[in-house]
Nanobody
Framework: QVQLVESGGGLVQAGGSLRLSCAASGSFFSINDMGWYRQAPGKQRELVAAVTSAGSTNYAESAKGRFTISRDNAKNTVYLQMNSLKPDDTAVYYC??????????????????WGQGTQVTVSS
């Protein structure tokens, strides 16, 4: 089982910054992609940014130029630095991780895990 614990959400004024963190713990052999998604009221969950274990990144158009995703593989932690925040960024932000799990290293499968979510509210 893999647990993802997020932190760093909160209330900020438009133009401000927040940094989200998500630490993975539990029983797994490795973690492949990690990412951040968000879900605003009445809307579907959407990808914000993702990063591979090698450090390649992918961003939603709305996040490009304002958000930066990074990860510390030694700590199994992914970060999302959010700058120039807008009211439209208000949402619950969820951490996602694809972890390789199994009884031993010869019998592994990749499973998707989600954090509990952290609220980000941007006031105008």
């Amino acid at each position: 089982q893999v647990q993802l614990v997020e932190s760093g959400g909160g209330l900020v004024q438009a133009g401000g910054s927040l940094r989200l963190s998500c630490a993975a713990s539990g029983s797994f052999f490795s973690i492949n992609d990690m990412g951040w998604y968000r879900q605003a009221p009445g809307k579907q969950r959407e990808l914000v940014a993702a990063v591979t274990s090698a450090g390649s990144t992918n961003y939603a158009e709305s996040a490009k130029g304002r958000f930066t995703i990074s990860r510390d593989n030694a700590k199994n932690t992914v970060y999302l630095q959010m700058n120039s925040l807008k009211p439209d960024d208000t949402a619950v932000y969820y951490c996602n991780a694809a972890a390789r799990v199994g009884p031993n290293r010869f019998v592994l499968q990749t499973l998707n895990y989600w954090g509990q979510g952290t609220q980000v509210t941007v006031s105008s």
